[in-house]
């Protein structure tokens, strides 16, 4: 759990976007895994002219841990959350188990620096989040995606995030973003329920989804449970009785080539794939109509 050049220029970017950072809760104690130059170059593109000894006071004064950073950013209380003290958070508790009623409305942001995909107990840990920020408040999600494979219990979609960041539960999405790790393209990636397709990936680097969610008011969270938006919206226009299993995004008319593969004997598509795999290299293949390519400084 930590942050490192990504998840930093995520947390300076949701600065910008006017995040209040004084009351602040981390889901884990949070680790630097950036070193000074790095964190120097992260925080001059927004806008901060530190030393070298500033620098490496944001890096060691905590141990390696980012409470310096947040207090950077606004923080006057940061306290962090831990199933155990092995690395010193300020409050144990197991985010299986819903939280005590006096943490409800508590902060003005919650971070999650990538450990929820640990929590077994997923729906919990998740509404803990949600009724831990106050009303005006901010939820942060960095969480692994693409090619994390075995990291933890979880990893989670863009369709997960803007189906429990809803109106329905009280928040509203800021936006989700997508970006590789050390990779310079950042996307924004759009609803698939407005799109009225699933916001499919296929890279071959580690990916980050970046999640920032505002409250809007407080209500009963998943009182309905969430639903994919695609099946969401077959059933609207399908009868009960003739509901018919949900096809993948529509991609147009098969072209030529899609024919020939089509057409291919079996045992020679799986040498195709490997060339077209070994063609393509390491190129993600960003869906323009769910991914749109942003600045971020």
């Known amino acids: 759990m930590g942050l490192d050049g990504n998840t930093t220029r995520f947390l300076l970017y949701a600065k910008r976007r006017g995040v209040d950072f004084s009351s602040t809760a981390t889901v884990g ?12 170059t992260v925080l001059q593109d927004f806008g901060y002219t530190l030393s070298e000894a500033q620098i490496m006071g944001l890096l060691l004064r905590n141990e390696g841990y980012t409470e310096p950073l947040f207090q950077l950013l606004g923080g006057c209380e940061i306290r962090s959350f831990d199933a155990s003290t092995y690395e010193g958070a300020s409050d144990v508790h197991d985010f299986n188990l819903p939280i005590p009623e006096e943490l409800c409305n ?53 369709e997960f995030f803007f189906r429990v960041f809803s109106r329905q539960n009280g928040f509203e999405m800021v936006c989700a973003l997508v970006c590789e790790l050390g990779g310079e393209d950042w996307f924004e990636v759009l609803d698939p329920a407005i799109v009225q397709g699933r916001a499919a990936l296929i890279n071959a680097r580690e990916t980050y ?68 795999a070994l063609r393509a290299g390491n190129r993600p293949q960003f869906d323009s109509r769910f991914f749109k390519k942003v600045t971020i400084p």
């Open 106 to 158: 508590r902060f003005s942001a919650v971070v999650d620096g990538g450990s929820l995909e640990h929590v077994f107990n997923l729906p919990v840990a998740i509404r803990n989040c949600m009724q831990m920020v106050r009303v005006g408040g901010h939820f942060l999600g960095m969480s692994p995606a693409n090619n994390w494979f075995g990291h933890g219990f979880y990893q989670l979609s863009p």
């Open 209 to 276: 989804l970046l999640t920032l969610a505002r409250k809007v008011e407080t209500v009963s969270i998943f009182s309905t449970h969430p639903q994919q938006g695609d099946y969401v919206e077959q059933w609207r226009k399908t009868a009960p009785q003739v509901l018919r299993p949900v096809p993948p995004p529509a991609a147009g008319q098969p072209g030529l080539s899609g024919k020939l593969r089509k057409a291919l004997p079996a045992p020679l598509k799986v040498p195709v794939r490997l060339w077209r």
């Open 29 to 40: 104690r949070q680790f630097f895994y950036l070193d000074a130059p790095a964190l120097k």
